[in-house]
């Protein structure tokens, strides 16, 4: 690096930080953005669910349930249908029994009948918001290293690139198709500069919520060394209700409560929740659904109730977060955007793709750029060979991975023992495949290869729903269910836009440079 000026460094450093872990940055972004509909994405894989329809008795149902039973519980957890996740849930938790958020037992009812319903096992689109932060089958802690590192790397390619191109903002309207080299590096500044503030604020905000991991140092010497105290303070820890002299008492009808907070909520109940129900010191607690606060992260409000009279009870006043825990709450809830509505969260989801789409098409470039040279050379280094065969293996392997879990869910027998695992290792053999793949063929061969089978797999998971009464398209449609309408939908483009891309490849004709015709040497004049 020596004589290189400032632009010149940020370029070298914005080339060598995306390529060495561009194909694990490109993992997190896709893997990450199909997250923002995790929600969505579990409900379509349970197919059991489609057939309830949600309905204004559906609480009475579930309290029917839980008083049939659980009647001596030391607490009744119901979770209510909302637009994104259909289910109908009910938990309890026995006398004594330490309350989290993973204990105690639960049960999914149909939101129409309140019968309880065998949903088949799957991670959903859990596993796939898990694997972007935490991969998998690895230490936990050291996962988030990983991606903790792969994010600063992100994030400083991010600022360098920009230093480096002076001219990324006039070059993002400039599109030359069928230009080689020049095409990929305009596809790449466009994508890039788009949804700019989009990749800086999800770079930098998945940094702060990794943060107290990267950077113990201030908790550690506080709180010496004790980081459960700390984060105990910035949540309630879950632990047995307390025990209160109580008798026997008829708990209060729910229905008023739900319509007094529905009048104060748009967005109605999300939870209800019922601590030592059946006895005089019964509360009932109703949590607002999806609240908007991005000081609280998303914080629901909250009303409480008397669980004999129903009279209203004096809340806790919420504390206003110190300005540090304030900036930290705004970037780590926008990274989030669980209080998001359909229109933010779809401007989310294609701003992800197009940070997917620069990563991408970096990565590509880094070949193109290079393929003069292995001409003239007339051979392929080693290192080139390994880019392209990693390029080939997670750009269009990884949709390939990704459409295969969702077949295995479909295809998998809903009663297999194990089938949760079997669905993720489903996913991660096919991947491996992918891999290996390019190995075997021609970098072009594999690339139009694996196009088509990821073309193919997406293609066919919405013709599989149509072999079930409740679960195929146009059942969906015909009844409103855009939840699942937009599942399958999103199935489809993304099946013709794999389909596209290995059409335009397979017309693609590389151009043929004509040789330049040498200068003839000029004739020396020979003295006489």
């Known amino acids: 690096m020596n004589g290189m000026g400032f632009r010149q460094s940020n370029a070298w450093l914005h080339t060598w930080v995306g390529l ?5 940055l490109y993992a997190v972004f896709l893997t990450g953005t199909l997250s923002f509909f995790q929600d969505e994405i579990s409900y379509w894989m349970k197919p059991e669910l489609h057939a309830a329809t949600p309905g ?44 989290g958020k993973r204990g105690g037992e639960r049960l999914t009812l149909d939101a129409a009948s309140g019968e309880p319903l065998q949903v088949r096992e799957t991670r959903g689109g859990g596993f796939l918001y ?32 920009v230093v480096t191109h002076k001219k990324i903002f006039k070059d993002f309207f400039t599109f030359r198709p069928a230009k080689g080299q020049r095409s990929w590096l305009d596809a790449h500044n466009a994508t890039a500069v788009l949804a700019l503030p989009f990749h800086f604020m999800i770079t930098y905000s998945g940094l702060l919520l990794l943060m107290f991991m990267l950077m113990p140092w201030g908790v550690q010497s506080q709180y010496q060394g ?18 209160v002299a109580s008798e026997p008492a008829a708990l209060t009808p729910l229905a008023p409560l739900l319509a007094e907070a529905n009048a104060r909520w748009e967005r109605g109940v999300a939870s209800i929740r019922i601590t030592r129900p059946n006895t005089t010191a019964a509360q009932v607690e109703l949590r607002e659904q ?8 998303g914080g629901a409000e909250r009303l409480l109730f008397d669980g004999v009279s129903g009279e209203a009870l004096t809340q806790p006043v919420e504390q206003t977060p110190a300005v540090a825990s304030a900036v930290y709450n705004v970037f780590s809830s926008l ?3 669980r209080f998001a509505g359909p229109p933010l969260r ?3 989801f294609v701003s992800g793709l197009l940070g997917t789409a620069m990563i991408a098409t970096g990565l590509v470039l880094w070949v193109v750029k290079r393929l003069p040279q292995r001409i003239k050379a007339g051979r392929t280094p080693l290192g080139h060979r390994l880019v392209e065969v990693l390029n080939v293996g997670t750009i269009a392997g990884l949709p390939c991975a990704i459409a295969a879990y969702f077949l295995a869910n479909r295809l998998l027998p809903a009663q297999m023992p194990g089938r949760l695992d079997w ?45 079930s009464a409740h679960s195929g398209l146009f059942s969906s449609l015909g009844r409103a269910d855009w939840l699942l309408a937009g599942m399958d939908l999103t199935l489809l483009a993304t099946a013709a836009a794999l389909a596209f891309a290995a059409w335009k490849l397979a017309r693609h004709q590389p151009p043929v440079r004509a040789a330049r015709p040498r200068s003839a040497p000029r004739r020396q004049e020979v003295a006489l």
């Open 20 to 24: 060495l872990l561009g194909w694990l």
């Open 56 to 99: 204004p008795q559906s609480t009475q149902l579930a309290l029917q349930q839980l008083q049939r039973r659980a009647p001596d519980a030391q607490l009744w957890q119901i979770d209510l249908p909302d637009e994104r996740d259909p289910e109908l849930q009910i938990q309890w938790f026995a006398p004594g029994e330490h309350i």
């Open 130 to 161: 898990r694997f972007h932060f935490e991969l998998y089958a690895m230490p936990r802690q050291a996962a988030r290293w990983i991606v903790g590192i792969a994010t600063f790397v992100m994030l400083v390619a991010i600022v360098s690139g």
């Open 226 to 243: 004790n980081m459960q105290a700390f984060f105990g303070e910035l949540r309630s820890r879950g632990e047995p209700v307390a025990e």
């Open 290 to 297: 999806g609240g908007d606060s991005l000081l609280q992260r």
């Open 335 to 337: 990274h989030l955007i």
């Open 346 to 348: 779809w401007l989310f």
């Open 423 to 467: 669905e993720i290792n489903v996913f991660f053999l096919v991947w491996a495949l992918c891999l290996l793949h390019p190995l075997l063929r021609t970098a072009r061969q594999a690339w139009l290869e694996q196009l088509a089978l990821g073309a193919l797999l997406f293609a066919s998971l919405p013709l599989i729903g149509l072999l």
